[in-house]
């Protein structure tokens, strides 16, 4: 099993940074790929990062790309989300989200049905 724990949203004006954690805890979370997505209300959970086992891979949806960057440190079991030039429309839900895949680095990545474990979520407000 593994216990996933965001932290770090808050409330921000447009244009402002925040960075989002997520503490892993399991033994397996150093050897598996990771994953933020964001979900605001009446809508799908969509997808907005992903990194690889050995952080050499990163995927980004095209809304954050060049404004998000994910990092992980496998010695603190701890995923980041570092968002840069936030925009109102980055306003949601935040979630972390870990796979027990062993594939590769791949599309299928930025897909919710590619991950089995879930954080509880942590709510980021971009004020205008």
């Known amino acids: 099993q593994v216990q996933l724990v965001e932290s770090g949203g808050g409330l921000v004006q447009a244009g402002g940074s925040l960075r989002l954690s997520c503490a892993a805890s399991?033994?397996?979370?150093?050897?598996?790929?990771m994953g933020w997505f964001r979900q605001t209300p009446g809508q799908e959970r969509e997808f907005v990062a992903a990194?690889?086992?050995?952080?050499?891979?990163?995927g980004y949806a095209d809304a954050v790309k060049g404004r998000f960057t994910i990092s992980r440190d496998s010695a603190k079991k701890t995923v980041y989300l570092q968002m840069n030039g936030l925009k109102t429309e980055d306003t949601a839900v935040y979630y972390c989200?870990?796979?027990?895949?062993?594939?590769?680095?791949?599309?299928?990545?930025?897909?919710?049905?590619?991950?089995?474990?879930w954080g509880q979520g942590t709510q980021v407000t971009v004020s205008s």
């Open positions: 989200a870990a796979t027990s895949s062993r594939l590769p680095f791949g599309s299928y990545l930025y897909t919710k049905n590619a991950y089995d474990y």
């Open positions: 399991g033994r397996t979370f150093s050897t598996n790929a």
């Open positions: 990194i690889g086992r050995r952080s050499e891979n990163t």
